[in-house]
């Protein structure tokens, strides 16, 4: 089943002088676009109030392209000033106790307050895209039986472009499964392209052009009866809709953090692998910071997913951390 993407619920929209978003299966509704509409959505929107919490510069825009880049949050200009000139200026090198953990520190945080996963399962690291190829050829290690890879042809490019990279590498099938952009993913039509011979169905929660929301607990389902794994790319969701990995039996998930969790150009992302699949899933790029004792800096690779691949700037970790805050205060999207 899916649904559009829409901030405020259909009971709250009953009582309104404007046609309710329709939380029903299937297509988008076409919603009126006048500013009239947008000024009453405005005036009693719940978020308002977080409005002043972000940079906005001199000319009066309107930014729609949250779902792209979020807004500056001010709190972060502070942050950022404070990391470089204490952490990083002063503290030097001795900063690093500080930062290491950051990864596992910042992912607990999304996972609690953004994506329904307990600790130890969302980590904070590389790129949507470098996350996703880690985890998809993970996942066909695990399953040497399972030999076909599952996406849609409506899927964001990045995630058809890396299947297609691992399928054509490890020479395995991709099957590209047909999708409406406005109707979402259709159930049926996923269900029958499921078959014992499938490892890993990748999906976009929200679909980045529609908004087109899917039923992350049904389709979990779903995949995990057929026996395959299932992947979910939260960019689109995180921050902007609620999301359950945990309760959904979601297996693995990826999401950005500069869209709605507000992070700035090139922040990283993050990855999440249900607590009892970890063992069995070994990294695929064996570098040292995924080493279970880093320091020990042994002969023999000990990966463990807990541990980024590799950390990024600090800086860009603050910027995670300051959007937490906005989010836990009651500031979903702004
Ligand atoms: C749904 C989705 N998945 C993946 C990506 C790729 O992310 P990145 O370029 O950070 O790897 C994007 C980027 O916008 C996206 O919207």
Redesign the pocket.
Known sequence: MFHTAARCGPRQLASRPFPARRPSVGRVSALPTNRTYAEHFDASDPLARFRDRFVHGDEPLIYLDGN?LGRLPKATQARIAELLAGEWGTGLVRSWERWVGLPSEVGDLIGEHLTGAAPGQLLVCD????NLFKLVNAALDAQPGRRVLITDDDN?P??RYVLQGIAAQRDCELRMIRTDPDQGLDEETLAAALGPDVAVVSL?HVA?RSGALADMARITGLIKQAGALVLW?L??SAGAVPVRLDDCGADMAIG?TYKYLNAGPGAP?FLYVRADLQDSLTQPIWGWFGQRDQFAMGQAYDGAWNRALRYRNPADYRHCRCRRRHQAAGGGGH
Do not use: L, N, R
Request: proline content about 0%; hydrophobic content about 20%.
């Open positions: 792209s790129s949507t895209t470098v964001f990045t995630d976009s980045y790319d960019c689109h950005c992302a």
